[in-house]
């Protein structure tokens, strides 16, 4: 990568715009954006992304209105990837692509699954550029993010317990995806889990998302679906869209003789 394709966004600077088109695509390599849109004419925030992320990736394929606003909250930069060199870096940076492709595919599953558009993803950590160095006399804004929620994931079911860390699994960023661990290159999980024939676990199962002060849980296509609390959603008969979670939720991962049973916790920061 080169200094050439980075820009910096100063705090409330916006990077993209809802209902204007581009031909551009984010990396964040510093700094923090919120993603957000005006509903009724009042400003609904979304979510808040940091470094690794990617915004307005569906501008690379797609000629379609950008369908939020990004704005950075402190001094902000960005690997640019326009899409003219997305078509390059198909030749000659297939990690990278592969990377973007990823993004892309995981939109279009949520889109399939919601009619809600989320247009911000993430690239794996190690394929992320390393930001310039900083001198002394240089301000950083690589202050650490506002504590959020966090979800915790537990086992209920031995099955359950089997597939998560000691104490459960801990969600401190949005949108955060769960799946079962496959080879395919395309699928792109924050949390893979060991599943065996017969399946439950699809390889994109479901993802929990951020809005505002409230976490919800979506389908991301899964062949069985899932239960949150005694509603369906995904598989060939549940509901599509997004069910905002209580305090504490029961979920279900797969059909009706799934083992998969867990709790999830939605904790308030301290």
């Known amino acids: 990568m080169s200094e050439d394709t980075q820009r910096i966004y100063h705090p409330g600077e916006a990077l993209l ?41 569906m501008a690379l394929v797609a000629e379609k209105p950008r369908s939020a606003t990004a704005i950075a909250d402190v001094e902000t930069l960005v690997e640019v990837i326009s899409r003219k060199r997305f078509r390059t870096l ?14 892309l595919f995981e939109r279009l599953r949520e889109a399939q699954s919601s009619s809600r558009e989320w247009e911000f993803g993430s690239v794996p950590e190690s394929r992320v550029p ?8 240089e301000e950083t804004s690589d202050a650490p993010l506002p504590a959020g929620l966090t979800v915790l994931l537990t086992g209920l079911s031995v099955d359950a317990r089997e597939v998560l860390p000691e104490g459960g699994l801990r969600i401190t960023f949005f949108p955060y995806r769960i799946g079962r661990r496959s080879r395919d290159p395309l699928v792109e999980n924050d949390y893979a889990i060991d599943d065996y024939q017969p399946y439950q676990v699809s390889r994109s199962h479901l993802v929990f998302i951020q809005d505002g002060d409230r976490i919800a849980v979506m389908d991301r296509g899964s062949y069985l679906g899932l239960e949150i609390n005694g509603q369906r959603l995904g598989g060939e008969d549940g509901d599509e869209g997004a069910v905002y979670l209580d305090e504490d939720n029961r979920l279900w991962l797969g059909g009706e003789e799934s083992s998969y049973e867990f709790r999830v916790q939605v904790l308030q920061p301290e």
Not at 97 to 102: F, H, I, N, Q
Not at 130 to 137: F, G, Q
Request: aromatic share 4%.
């Open 130 to 137: 390393e930001p310039p160095a900083t001198t002394d006399s």
């Open 90 to 103: 198909l030749r000659d940076d297939t990690d990278l692509a592969m990377d973007l492709l990823k993004v």
């Open 17 to 57: 715009r809802e209902g204007e088109y581009g031909d551009e695509a984010f990396v964040l390599l510093r700094g923090q954006v919120t993603i957000c849109r005006m509903l009724a004419g009042r400003r609904i925030d979304l979510a808040q992304i940091g470094p690794g992320q990617v915004i307005g990736e």
